[in-house]
């Protein structure tokens, strides 16, 4: 919806039928680009739910069948973009920008993993600019940049000045939403988020083991040496009481509070000469701040 909704708020109007044909398909492709990463997340991360439900390789029948699924998933945009965009004036910078992402996902993805395997714990290996690096390429791009994109190139009002603009306020944004994702992987409601947070278990680069290791004291230290990214309830208890102790959930609602304003603070600066609209950034905002799902 991100894009259909970017577009309205450019035009500072409803959208035509055709146009939010257009708009929608482009988000759908987002959809798909998506899907696309978080089916082969899944197998890498032998994950157990996405969205309430068993992940798509644990499906019967399915398997590492999923691994097809998933090039075919990716395949799927390009074939629309062809379909329905080939004669528009940005249908080459559109297909470049989908390319462009899907790199930087997949380069946020390769850190993750390489910094974070499953079965070898190494808490040497995190820091929080390996997490910020990671955080930024594997999510913000596609998630909060690519939407926004994606609208100035349909317009066909996009230049390197607001696309820079965009990006300038998209990507921290995206930087804070992942931050939260991991808060609430820990301190969320399963039924709220629709996943069974696994990030302690699946020794995951996370905001919060970063923050916990910024500031343990040597016998807290021990304490995430001895059970972080165990597969076992019991190491995973150990760490959510760690947490507890710590107070990583004031950490992080100060952190929150932080961001939000540096980011409403960067918003309310954007050059609206170049086509651009502060309503758009304050959307986004509105829909991911203090969020619990």
Request: charged fraction near 25%; include cysteine.
């Amino acid at each position: 919806m991100s894009v259909p909704d970017s577009v309205s708020l450019l035009l500072n109007r409803a959208l035509t039928e055709q146009e939010y044909f257009q708009a929608a398909t482009l988000g759908w492709m987002i959809e798909l680009l998506q899907a696309f990463f978080l089916v082969s997340d899944d197998i890498m991360d032998s994950s157990i739910t996405r969205r309430g439900k068993p992940c798509w390789y644990r499906q019967e029948g399915v398997g590492m069948v999923a691994i097809n699924d998933a090039f075919m998933l990716e395949s799927a945009i390009y074939t629309l973009l062809k379909k329905h965009f080939r004669s528009h004036p940005c249908y080459v910078d559109m297909l470049e920008l989908f390319h462009e992402v899907t790199l930087q996902t997949e380069l946020g993805q390769l850190c993750d993993l390489l910094t974070a395997p499953e079965d070898v714990v190494n808490l040497d290996n995190f820091s929080l600019e390996k997490y910020s690096f990671i955080v930024i390429y594997k999510t913000a791009y596609y998630s909060f940049y690519l939407p926004v994109a994606l609208a100035l190139q349909m317009l066909n009002i996009a230049t390197p000045k607001n696309l820079k603009q965009a990006e300038d306020i998209l990507i921290p944004m995206g930087e804070y939403f992942q931050v939260q994702d991991d808060y609430l992987d820990n301190f969320g409601l399963p039924e709220h988020i629709g996943k069974i947070g696994t990030d302690i278990m699946d020794n995951k680069c996370s905001w919060l083991v970063n923050q916990a290791l910024k500031i343990a004291t040597p016998e807290q230290r021990k304490i995430l040496e001895d059970h972080y990214g165990r597969k076992d309830s019991a190491h995973e208890a150990e760490i959510k009481k760690l947490y507890n102790d710590m107070k990583l959930e004031q950490i992080y609602q100060d952190f929150e509070e932080k961001s939000v304003s540096s980011l409403k603070e960067k918003i309310s600066k954007i050059d609206e000469s170049e086509g651009l609209k502060k309503e758009i950034f304050d959307a986004f905002l509105s829909k991911i701040y203090k969020r619990s799902k």
